[in-house]
């Protein structure tokens, strides 16, 4: 199986849109797609805001080459995330200016690292769980990232960036926008003692959404 021109297309003017929304500075993040057991991925070492459709790499779930460029070295990353969440096919990490603040602050909670300020986290986000430290590309920090996404399609990865999973390129969009919205949010509430959603106004949210 292999990714066709329309695929491709998103995938770059999504790539385009992160980079021109400052979501992904420099040669920063990594962005895919799924198909079947293959994974589309942006290649190492390129800018988002710059992507070439037919240089984009394809690689198999367990992370073999197929062609294309030689894939970002997180690719590890998206493969844990596709293989505990089988219903998404789209994964971006990036390295966003507020989920990065955020990763390098002390006493996150690690099952959740942002609370639930607005009703929109909630809904788009959920949980954020926290990865804890490792080298970029290592195999530590996918295991770290396989610990983390076995309940959750979103992870902060501690002084780095985020991790997001998604069924659809579009969802994809609104859960890292979701997430680096919330990180600013929460820095901005830092010492003025906020309130923010209760255990029962998230399940009656989260009740809303299973039914819509
Ligand atoms: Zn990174």
């Given at each position: ?38 994974i ?36 590890i ?40 300020i ?13 990865a ?77 959404t299973?039914?819509?």
């Amino acid at each position: 199986m292999s990714f066709d021109d329309k695929t491709r297309a998103d995938l770059v003017e999504l790539g385009a849109a992160l980079y021109d929304r400052g979501l992904t500075p420099g040669r920063t993040g990594n962005l895919s797609v799924r198909s079947g057991d293959e994974i589309l991925i942006t290649p190492t070492n390129v800018c988002m805001g710059r992507l070439d459709a037919q240089r984009l790499s394809v690689n198999t779930i367990d992370g073999t080459h197929v062609s294309g460029d030689k894939p970002s070295k997180e690719l590890i990353l998206h493969q844990a995330l596709y293989r505990h969440h089988p219903e998404c096919t789209a994964v971006a990490h990036l390295h966003s200016t507020y989920a990065v603040a955020v990763s390098c602050l002390p006493d996150l909670d690690p099952d959740n690292a942002l609370p639930t300020i607005t009703p929109y986290f909630a809904m788009r986000v959920g949980r954020l769980p926290l990865a804890d430290y490792a080298r970029p590309g290592s195999d530590d920090l996918a295991t770290e990232v396989d610990r983390a996404a076995a309940e959750a399609r979103c992870v902060l990865l501690r002084n780095h960036g985020s991790l997001a999973a998604a069924p659809t390129l579009e969802g994809l969009s609104i859960a890292v926008e979701e997430i680096e919205e919330t990180a600013r949010l929460f820095l901005l509430l830092q010492g003025h003692n906020p309130q923010y959603l209760g255990e029962q106004a998230i399940n009656e949210l989260l009740e809303g959404t299973e039914k819509a």
